[in-house]
């Protein structure tokens, strides 16, 4: 079954709907306003509430699904290589599997680190991105990437590097007083 598919029909029927019932209520209010007569809508019908309540509620649910059904449909299989991220006060940690991690520590300058996170240019790569402690934020605005580490919840991010080079980044989030000497750097080499 081809959720794609399904997904852009409801959501056609959908706008097609939205489309429908600005016209109706539109020639509705219209008709009111003109001397050719008052509209009535008469009593209170719990059954028509309670239908305008649900049928809208339930068309969200099913494109809600349908909608995360179609965007991370086959990204599993998208991926090379996994690499762990976890932002320490005032460190990265990195973890490649298998028992291959390491720490990227602050060296005397501001924006070197002992061991810069290295990757191949044109594999993709899923991060897995968390913290240990406080709140940090994993961000390299040169390549386009910026997602948050947060204690209890991990992150997750499909990214392919294109460009090769030595790319620094920082924490965007206020960590604490160390805050300034948590560099990101991403070393890319040709594969």
């Known amino acids: 079954m081809n959720f794609s598919l399904i997904y852009y029909d409801v959501a056609c029927y959908v706008v097609a709907l939205c489309i429908f019932i600005v016209v ?3 020639v509705i209010l219209v008709w009111g306003i003109t001397p050719l007569g008052v509209v009535s809508f008469g009593g209170d019908s719990q ?16 494109l809600s699904v349908l909608n995360i059904n179609y965007i991370t449909d086959g990204l599993e299989d998208l991926a090379d290589d996994c690499v762990g991220v976890v932002g320490h006060q005032w ?21 070197v680190v002992d061991k810069p996170l290295r990757l191949y ?4 790569y899923r991060f ?40 620094t980044g920082y924490c965007t989030e206020l960590c604490g007083v160390g805050h300034a ?4 750097v991403v070393e890319v080499l040709h594969a």
């Open 24 to 26: 109706g209520v539109g």
């Open 128 to 167: 897995f991105i968390t913290s240990f402690d406080v709140i940090h934020s994993f961000s390299l605005p040169t390549l386009g990437l910026k997602v948050d580490a947060i204690p209890g919840r991990v992150n997750q991010m499909l990214f392919i590097p294109q460009r090769v080079g030595i790319f």
């Open 121 to 124: 240019d044109n594999r993709a």
């Open 91 to 111: 460190y990265w940690s990195y973890d490649w599997g298998g028992g291959n991690e390491f720490d990227s520590i602050v060296c005397s300058d501001k924006f």
């Open 181 to 184: 000497f948590m560099p990101v």
């Open 47 to 62: 059954v028509v509430e309670l239908s305008w309540t649900l049928v809208p509620t339930v068309v969200v649910l099913v």
